[in-house]
């Protein structure tokens, strides 16, 4: 059974850090693209960031480029989201997800093309 479990998550102010932890158990790890996305309330589920397999290619939301870095630790399952000056329009719930297909740069930030999910970490940044 496949598992992905988020932590890190929390509540900072603006201008804060956090950084964002997913471990995958139930597979091979390293088989698998990894992205991260998240919902805000009333708003729908949108990309932030993923990256390939190998860790060669990383992709992120242009809201988040130049603030957010994510990388992955093959040897340990996780993959991380770091979170740098952070603003309140960054509040939401941050999700992971993996993706096993081949085909990944052009449709990254499509989240039905996932095939497993986390549960959510809320993260929460005050003015």
């Known amino acids: 059974q496949v598992q992905l479990v988020e932590s890190g998550g929390g509540s900072v102010q603006a201008g804060g850090s956090l950084r964002l932890s997913c471990i995958m158990s139930?597979?091979?790890?390293?088989?698998?693209?990894m992205g991260w996305f998240r919902q805000a309330p009333g708003k729908e589920r949108e990309s932030v960031a993923a990256?390939?397999?190998?860790?060669?290619?990383?992709y992120y939301a242009d809201s988040v480029k130049g603030r957010f870095t994510i990388s992955r630790d093959n040897a340990k399952n996780t993959a991380y989201l770091q979170m740098n000056s952070l603003i309140p329009e960054d509040t939401a719930v941050y999700y992971c997800?993996?993706?096993?297909?081949?085909?990944?740069?052009?449709?990254?930030?499509?989240?039905?093309?996932?095939?497993?999910w986390g549960q959510g970490t809320q993260v929460t940044v005050s003015s």
């Open positions: 139930g597979r091979t790890f390293s088989s698998y693209n």
């Open positions: 997800a993996a993706d096993f297909s081949d085909f990944f740069g052009t449709t990254w930030s499509s989240s039905n093309k996932y095939d497993y």
């Open positions: 990256m390939s397999r190998s860790g060669g290619s990383t």
